[in-house]
């Protein structure tokens, strides 16, 4: 199996099962299980789930457990915590895996989730800032940042390990290299485990890899995988899944294996999915999460497959050809972006000598430069204004409205407030392939942050500066 040499993280907690698998290096399959709507019968749901757990109880050869997501199926759905209490039995929780979402939250709806989990036993936790509303709608949300500082400072959530959600997709240096700074932070902030965003392009993941070996963060890795259906093909081409990205060349090989029939595009999608898994271990991956298996038979067929992958591939170069073969070996990146942090992935299974691309995100431009020099002069002397200055000073050269906790000279003379989502710790995964909002139709506000740190050499404030959140109201720009 993989590298493991990753595994040098101190866990401190040796009774919580997933991190002592973590540690030892065992591979472990968490399936994906949508917390769900609040119009869906909350017993009914559970009874539904604990039948996968079982079926997971009895499955031999494999760590398995459960990844309970927070308002992904809808933005009113049940508490996933107490969804996951139901579910699981006490003294097995520490299995599994409970997203904590800042979707439309509160300081107090966090609080409350991860005081839910630690008195439940839900040792494991993954905070994410969480989706948009689509296109247009203006969502804050509380910054998976800002959770994982409550949980590090306070001792109410001692019990609880935090992991972080990450987006290696992103195929310029622009988009990329943020994502890559927002994650050092999020490690600085306590996450002990890092999740990966659905794809299917393996050197992105191996990029994440290596990127993090690159910088001597040897953390565990988690790679979220999904099994497509025809249905999930049309959805993430029409962009419902932000920050999921289906390539062209891909979307035609999906094409031709649906002309066969449901069954051969089934047969067809278990197979990458085995591919995918042996891949991560071989790529020193410390588990997979997948997405898209909601029966228990799919969920042991899904098992079975995954053990006779990984026995069927000992060597890195055995498997990265099988895998380029069966994806017609079509480039994975968008025709307008073609950005791969390393120039010699997929060489090698591990980085003994990574070669860096010389690309870099653009250079900070004049008038970005005059901007953030005029700002610095005049929010320097903020004090000297008066209120009504204040305010038109602020709406002329930031943008942005007036608040009470402002936040601008912490994030570059970037106001957050003009992120839909009021992201000011960095950027969330969902940007499109051109890099472009996935909410307005403007590049990602942390793309001009990061050209700003790196004109500034402040990269290190992005990756270690908290911007705490000033208390969000739920509203909307229509
Ligand atoms: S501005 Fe960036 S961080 Fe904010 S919603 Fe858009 S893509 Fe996400």
Known sequence: MGNLTQIDFDFSEPSNRFMCNLKSGTFVVLFEVDTPARERDFELAVEQVRLMVKALDKSRGLETGLAMTDRLESVNSWNAAEFARRVLKEGVRDRHVVYVSGRGSSKEDIADMLGRCAEAGLTNVVPVSGEGYGRGHRQPCFDSCNTLRL????????????????????????????????????????AGFVVAQTGWDMMKHQEL??????????????????LLTPETVKAIMSGVMPGVYIPRKFGEILNREGEYGYQ???????????????????????????????????????CDRIKEGIREFHSFEKWRDAYLNHMANSDMAPPEH????????????????????????????TIEKLHY?????????????????????????????????????????????TCPKGLANGPC????????????????????????????????IIEERHVRHPQIAAKSLH
């Open 151 to 190: 949980i590090a400072d306070s001792d109410l959530y001692r019990s609880l390990l935090p992991g972080c959600v990450v987006n290696p997709f992103k195929y310029s240096a622009n988009d990329s290299f943020p994502q890559y700074f927002k994650l050092v932070k999020k490690l600085n902030f306590g």
């Open 209 to 226: 890899r290596w990127y993090l070996d690159s910088r001597e963060l040897h953390y565990p890795t988690i790679a979220r995988i999904r």
């Open 338 to 365: 073609r950005f791969y942090m390393f120039d010699n992935l997929f060489q090698e299974p591990h980085a003994a000598k990574p070669h860096f691309s010389p690309r870099a995100p653009d250079k900070c431009g």
């Open 264 to 302: 051969q595009f089934a047969a067809a999608q278990w197979r990458r999915m085995q591919l995918q898994a042996a891949g991560l271990a071989l790529l020193g991956y410390s588990g997979i999460q997948i997405a898209g298996i909601s029966s228990p038979e799919h969920m042991m067929t899904a």
């Open 429 to 460: 995964g969902g940007s499109r392939p051109d890099s472009r909002c996935e909410i307005r139709d403007k590049p990602c506000i942390h793309e001009r942050r990061t050209r700003l740190a790196l004109w500034l050499n402040e990269v290190d």
């Open 373 to 417: 020099k005029l700002c610095s002069l005049i929010f320097s002397r903020d004090h000297l204004l008066s209120p009504g200055e204040h305010r038109l000073s602020k709406k002329l050269f930031a943008g942005c409205p007036s608040c009470s906790y402002c936040r601008l000279p912490l994030c570059h003379y970037i106001c957050p407030e």
